[in-house]
């Protein structure tokens, strides 16, 4: 796991800079996220609709950046459709991975194995470097951002990003505990970036997860305890007391996603880190586009947000200008 960095470790974007927003997609295979993880029940179909998509964030001036997986770059498709916007400065790509998929196959393919951070240092690192490589070759260019599948960084992660060149991480999903699942726990991690390291070469970006209610403050302390109580989320959440609210179309609503807006705007945070998985852009592939009325409701979500956002003065941003801002190389 990422471990929570001590204290002076907030990165500092500079006066220019304000308050900004970042769209980040997983962009993934498809798979049945109720089964057990495998190396080859999975599919591609969504892909096509990836160019609709991205042409929904060239209209609104966003540059949105795609964390690709293995599946992924090998698909011809998504490397045409994703290489002419990175080619044409309208979109990003980085590197997310999924080891069930990703080779070197050596390991189990179990749930504890999907996390990355868990597998032998050596192990992580072939499977990252094969996909990193790829990577640049499909699309001309070294990425500089890593998200590992699933958020499963793990302790020689860090030191495997700095040593391979990789500026920026997105991994710590900040207010979440995976350790029921043999994950890691970023409860504690700031949601604010920060440096992971003290010379100040490996940027971490969490995504952004805020507490609203009355009892916001002691959300940190709640959360576990509400955990534990049948319903008791449920029941905070209508009572106004206490709800988490991450920046994500997936199962949050776009009236709750405003109101997590809000708290992150007034708690003075520089970027607000958006998240989706690309399998969402298609019907039946996730939990949360099950019909068109579901895939018309994402959308919507988007449009909403991003027209709140611009209310409130919250610019869009991307991984190069975030590497400018806070003067890496």
Known sequence: MIAVPPDGRQADFGPDFGQRSLLTVDTEEEFDWDAPFTR??????????????????????????????????QSPAAVEILGSAVRNGQAEVGIHLHPWVNPSFEEEVNARNSYAGNLPPQLEREKFLLLRDAIAEKFGSEPLIYRAGRYGAGAATADLLRETGILIDSSVRANFDYRADDGPNY??????????????????????????????????????ILDRIPHGRGVFSRLNLLEKIALTPEGVSVEEALRGIDIAIDDGLPLLVMSFHSPSLAIGH????????????????????????????????????????????
């Not at 179909?45 to 992924?72: M, S, T």
């Open 187 to 224: 409860a504690n991690h700031p949601l604010s970036p920060y440096w992971m390291d003290s010379e100040r070469r490996l940027l971490e970006l969490p995504l952004t997860t805020v507490y609203w209610g009355l009892l916001r403050k002691q959300g940190r302390a709640l959360n576990p």
């Open 286 to 329: 996730t939990p949360y586009v099950r019909n068109q009325a579901d895939r018309e409701k994402f959308y919507e979500w988007l449009d909403r947000v991003y027209a709140y956002l611009a209310n409130r003065k919250v610019l869009p941003t991307s991984v190069a200008q975030i590497v400018q801002a806070v003067g890496l190389r």
């Open 40 to 73: 080859d029940r999975h599919s591609l179909n969504h892909v096509p609709d990836i160019a609709h998509f991205q042409q929904f964030c060239e209209k609104r001036g966003v540059v949105p950046l795609y964390l690709v997986d293995w599946p992924i770059v």
